[in-house]
């Protein structure tokens, strides 16, 4: 049964370790949404990071693989952990700086969130056959992705997440939370690479 686990899931991403800044539910949500990821597909995720997208694209796409790059040791054995403790086998790790080197396959669906976007996109934007998604925490950066984003319709949202709390004043939103962690740009081929 499905439930279950998704819900057992849920808790596993909610106490995981965390390393660099992670994508917040909200998110990770509005990207499965957007793109519905099928399980024949391709997925690369540049920047995975401690896994947070990671742990639900594999569990969407299981028992098929997808593909991480990281380039930075520290997050490597969080991203390993994290994976594990969801009991989730078919991720590949292969350590590379993305931008000065490529990737090795074309995808289907490229994910990227690092901090040197504009060359990583630069870079792996010929082997994206059907979307590449973009996470970018810079207006700069957004004009500079149009730019290079030919052949691709391109779509920019920035998402809120309010929590609703009950005071003994009456029922308001929360004072604390993160109130904006960045653009998701989804970006979808229009011709052929």
């Given at each position: 049964?499905?439930?279950?686990?998704?819900?057992?899931?849920?808790?596993?991403?909610?106490?995981?370790?965390?390393?660099?800044?992670?994508?917040?539910?909200?998110?990770?949500?509005?990207?499965?949404?957007?793109?519905?990821?099928?399980?024949?597909?391709?997925?690369?995720?540049?920047?995975?990071?401690?896994?947070?997208?990671?742990?639900?694209?594999?569990?969407?796409?299981?028992?098929?693989?997808?593909?991480?790059?990281?380039?930075?040791?520290?997050?490597?054995?969080?991203?390993?952990?994290?994976?594990?403790?969801?009991?989730?086998?078919?991720?590949?790790i292969k350590k590379r700086e993305i931008g000065l080197e490529n990737i090795d396959?074309?995808?289907?669906?490229?994910?990227?969130?690092?901090?040197?976007?504009?060359?990583?996109?630069?870079?792996?934007?010929?082997?994206?056959?059907?979307?590449?998604?973009?996470?970018?925490?810079?207006?700069?950066?957004?004009?500079?992705?149009?730019?290079?984003?030919?052949?691709?319709?391109?779509?920019?949202?920035?998402?809120?997440?309010?929590?609703?709390?009950?005071?003994?004043?009456?029922?308001?939103?929360?004072?604390?939370?993160?109130?904006?962690?960045g653009f998701i740009v989804i970006a979808e081929r229009t011709k052929p690479s």
């Open positions: 049964m499905v439930l279950p686990f998704l819900y057992m899931l849920y808790d596993i991403w909610k106490n995981r370790k965390r390393g660099p800044q992670s994508l917040m539910l909200k998110d990770i949500g509005y990207i499965i949404a957007r793109v519905l990821p099928e399980k024949d597909w391709t997925i690369v995720e540049i920047g995975p990071g401690s896994g947070s997208l990671t742990m639900y694209l594999a569990y969407l796409v299981y028992p098929n693989k997808i593909i991480v790059y990281e380039k930075d040791d520290r997050w490597i054995p969080i991203l390993k952990e994290n994976l594990s403790k969801a009991n989730l086998d078919n991720v590949i396959e074309e995808a289907d669906l490229i994910i990227i969130d690092v901090k040197n976007v504009i060359d990583v996109v630069k870079k792996v934007k010929d082997k994206a056959k059907k979307y590449l998604v973009i996470f970018v925490i810079h207006f700069e950066k957004l004009s500079q992705l149009i730019d290079i984003l030919d052949g691709f319709n391109t779509e920019i949202v920035w998402l809120e997440e309010h929590r609703v709390t009950k005071t003994p004043n009456g029922t308001r939103f929360e004072i604390s939370g993160v109130k904006f962690n």
